[in-house]
């Protein structure tokens, strides 16, 4: 088992330093960050004087070296649009990010699980063909769509949600957040809704498939045949062995709720790290650039390492798998 964790670690790792090179070689060539920083009538002399300033005239081995050292050290360099440290602007920003993933993940399980289970169980059932209804929608609309008919209907025509910003906070320390305000609850109901609502849909559907698919199994009929009773089949057998792939997609899927948050903070201009990402494209941000991508993959990464070694926890055939010497 540490074995394996470690072997996991160890690609980890190298898929970090993959990302630093696509991402460092990348952004390299998105723009000249010195026209963000001089006005127009800037002189040559002070433009040259600004590249030197920056590195941006050395070598390309020496400036991603410096850049790979300085982002394994979480230093991301300066903003060139916010002349501040981009790990503190990021700093500043992720509570906000990670607040919004969490509620829209935990919505998602959470319904996810229940509407996949009942369309399982009652698959006749008008609730249940109402429930395929929603998760086809929520699947066919675009992110952006759901959250525009959310504001129109939720604030333009009742007026009883927020259509933007976050909200009331509350400072812990470096963290904010609004889950202690009334006004940071109706901050994020929307837009975890609008984020969440295709990781529900694809929760309940993966939930119910594997459900039908354990319902058929051998166990099962073992289990009517010994009289236990239908509560325990399918809440004590069936669902307990269909979250187990269930475990690998949510996990995998925060991690997408995170990097494809951006459309859902621009969307209701929620003051977090896709937002200044967006502000960042716009201006060239070079710094701003690369570090959301190293975050984002960092995260992706991370996530996909704890879901291996959660896997290998609550499935004994692949903790026996990997025990067996080869």
């Given at each position: 088992?540490?074995?394996?964790?470690?072997?996991?670690?160890?690609?980890?790792?190298?898929?970090?330093?993959?990302?630093?090179?696509?991402?460092?070689?990348?952004?390299?060539?998105?723009?000249?960050?010195?026209?963000?920083?001089?006005?127009?009538?800037?002189?040559?002399?002070?433009?040259?004087?600004?590249?030197?300033?920056?590195?941006?005239?050395?070598?390309?081995?020496v400036q991603f070296g410096r850049y790979l050292f300085d982002a394994a050290q979480f230093k991301f360099g300066v903003s060139?649009?916010?002349?501040?440290?981009?790990?503190?602007?990021?700093?500043?920003?992720?509570?906000?990010?990670?607040?919004?993933?969490?509620?829209?993940?935990?919505?998602?399980?959470?319904?996810?699980?229940?509407?996949?289970?009942?369309?399982?169980?009652?698959?006749?059932?008008?609730?249940?063909?109402?429930?395929?209804?929603?998760?086809?929608?929520?699947?066919?609309?675009?992110?952006?769509?759901?959250?525009?008919?959310?504001?129109?209907?939720?604030?333009?025509?009742?007026?009883?949600?927020?259509?933007f910003g976050r909200g009331d906070v509350v400072k812990l320390g470096w963290w904010t957040s609004g889950l202690f305000t009334v006004s940071g609850w109706k901050a994020l109901i929307m837009p975890s809704i609008?984020?969440?609502?295709?990781?529900?849909?694809?929760?309940?559907?993966?939930?119910?498939?594997?459900?039908?698919?354990?319902?058929?199994?051998?166990?099962?009929?073992?289990?009517?045949?010994?009289?236990?009773?239908?509560?325990?089949?399918?809440?004590?057998?069936?669902?307990?062995?269909?979250?187990?792939?269930?475990?690998?997609?949510?996990?995998?899927?925060?991690?997408?709720?995170?990097?494809?948050?951006?459309?859902?903070?621009?969307?209701?201009?929620?003051?977090?790290?896709?937002?200044?990402?967006?502000?960042?494209?716009?201006?060239?941000?070079?710094?701003?650039?690369?570090?959301?991508?190293?975050?984002?993959?960092?995260?992706?990464?991370?996530?996909?390492?704890?879901?291996?070694?959660?896997?290998?926890?609550?499935?004994?055939?692949?903790?026996?798998?990997?025990?067996?010497?080869?």
């Open positions: 088992m540490l074995a394996f964790a470690l072997r996991r670690a160890i690609q980890a790792i190298g898929v970090m330093i993959a990302v630093g090179i696509i991402s460092f070689a990348m952004f390299r060539f998105a723009g000249d960050p010195v026209s963000q920083l001089v006005p127009i009538d800037a002189s040559a002399a002070e433009r040259a004087s600004i590249r030197e300033s920056l590195g941006l005239d050395d070598p390309f081995i060139y649009q916010f002349r501040q440290p981009v790990s503190d602007l990021l700093k500043e920003r992720m509570p906000a990010t990670l607040e919004l993933a969490v509620c829209a993940t935990i919505l998602a399980l959470v319904f996810g699980i229940i509407m996949g289970v009942f369309s399982a169980l009652r698959r006749d059932s008008l609730m249940a063909k109402l429930f395929q209804m929603v998760s086809l929608i929520g699947i066919s609309l675009p992110t952006f769509l759901i959250g525009i008919l959310l504001i129109y209907l939720f604030s333009v025509t009742l007026g009883w949600l927020p259509s609008t984020l969440g609502l295709f990781q529900m849909t694809l929760i309940m559907r993966l939930v119910r498939a594997e459900m039908l698919e354990v319902l058929r199994t051998d166990y099962i009929r073992f289990a009517r045949a010994r009289g236990l009773t239908t509560r325990a089949i399918h809440f004590g057998h069936a669902l307990r062995n269909t979250l187990v792939p269930v475990i690998t997609v949510v996990g995998l899927q925060f991690g997408s709720v995170i990097a494809f948050s951006i459309i859902t903070e621009q969307v209701f201009q929620w003051p977090g790290m896709g937002l200044l990402f967006v502000q960042a494209v716009q201006n060239v941000d070079i710094p701003i650039m690369a570090a959301y991508l190293i975050m984002v993959s960092l995260i992706f990464v991370t996530i996909n390492l704890v879901v291996d070694i959660l896997y290998t926890v609550v499935d004994p055939r692949l903790r026996a798998t990997i025990s067996r010497p080869a």
